[in-house]
């Protein structure tokens, strides 16, 4: 689903749910999630080539470990 689908979808649950409804508080999470996702996609097509160690330190971040 892209990010402007995720969007719709916060958009539409939050008029009838309240802020902590688990399918808005998960909706919005998964909105977050494609904004980065679009984000590290362009930022990867647009800078050369990764060294096996960057791309490992990189992993390491997206994990929630420390580089």
Do not use: C, F, H
């Amino acid at each position: 689903m892209s990010w402007t689908q995720e969007r719709a979808r916060v958009a539409s649950l939050s008029r009838s749910r309240t802020p902590d409804d688990p399918d808005l508080v998960g909706a919005r999470r998964n909105l977050k999630a494609a904004r980065l996702e679009e984000y590290i996609r362009r930022t990867v097509d647009a800078a050369p080539p990764l060294t096996p160690e960057q791309r490992d330190r990189l992993a390491v971040l997206l994990r929630g470990g420390a580089a």
